[in-house]
Structures are given as structure tokens and as C-alpha cells.
């Protein structure tokens, strides 16, 4: 009896259900305003935040400056056992690390040059990732007991994570064989694909190269 209660407790139910209630009533709830410029300005005197409650904002979707759906969806994807603090504190040591580069180029630079240097860390890691982003993926697709690895397009979310997964086993692979820290790989990484180079592109382009020859099995798709 012991072992069969022990069997059933290891087994996981997953509920295929939709979820039929929320702890936000929508008569009476709605949705925050996650936009610096929208909250600067005054409610209209029709509008219903007038006299209704507002859901609570999502932890990535604070409207303050020093938060960024992108950055903070970069610290969790280098997230390792756990130590959320940890990677947090690597990604934006890595932003510190730009700012102090651009800086330190946009000071050595003649005023036309100037122009062409962005200093926002945020804009150039955007960028950097931006230009990582895959076109096409492969899947195993299985066809008379043979698995075949066809290309896929990709959607833009998914895309983006890809680009920073890449990024992210590049950066750990390099501070593992003793080159430098995480962050300074991650720093010099963000900082070569915001202009096109680095080793994530490369991969990126790697990738492509392999979509482009296992095109031939494109019609295994359906």
C-alpha cells in the first residue's frame, strides 16, 4: 500500500483546463499604465481609473529607468542554479563595462565621430541582441523512422531568446576556460554585435548556412 500511495505521489498532473476565475474582477479591476509618459499625465475625468481599482504591475514591467523588458529577460536567461542576484549583478557590471568603452571612445573622438558613438548602454545591448536574432531554426521532424532537421521559421520572442541563449553559452564557455570574467566577455559580446561581429554572430550565421542546406527537407514541415 506504502508503495503504491509513493508511486502516485511521484506522478506530476498537469491540468489541461482553462483557467475559469482570476483574482482581478474585471468590473472592477483594470489594467496599469507601464508607460513613464502616459503616467505623467493627468487622468481624463471620464476615465474609469478615476473610480475603479488598478491590477498590480508585473516585477519586469516597472515603469522606473533602470529597468528593461530586454535587459531583464537577458538576466534571466544567464540565470544559473538559481542565483538570480548573481547573473543580475553580471549583466549590468557588463552595462557599466560599455558605458565606461563608449565613453572612453567617444572622449578620444574627433566632433563628427561623435555623432556615431551611442553612450547608452541600454540602446547598444538592444542593438547587440537585436542583430542576434535567427531567421530560421532547426526541428527534428521524424519520416519513416528517420529524423530529418528541418528548418523553421522563427517568431520574434522566440528569436530573441535564442540570441541571448547563444550569447550566454558563448560568454560561459570563454570565462570557463579561464579568459576573463563573465562580464567582460558578455561586455565585449554585446558590444561586437551591435556592430555586426563577434562570436553570436557568427554563430547566428553558422545557423543560417545549416538552414540553407537542410532546405531540401523544408516540405517535412506539414
Known sequence: MTTKLARIAQKRWISSTTSTSNMYDPRVFREPVTDI???RKPLDVDDERNFLFVKAMKSDATPVFYRDHVIDKLIRVCTKDGEKE??????HSALEIIKRR??????KASDEEKKNIELDPFVVAKKGIKNCHPLMKLQGVTRGGT????PFPIEEPEAEFR??????DICRVRSKHGETHFKDILATELLAASQNEGSTISAKQELHKTCEANRAYAHYRA
Request: cysteine-free; hydrophobic content about 40%.
Open 37 to 39: 509618459q502616459e503616467l
Open 86 to 91: 548573481t547573473s543580475r549583478r553580471n549583466v
Open 102 to 107: 563608449q565613453y572612453k571612445a567617444w572622449a
Open 147 to 150: 529524423t530529418y532537421q528541418v
Open 163 to 168: 540570441a541571448m541563449k547563444m550569447m550566454r
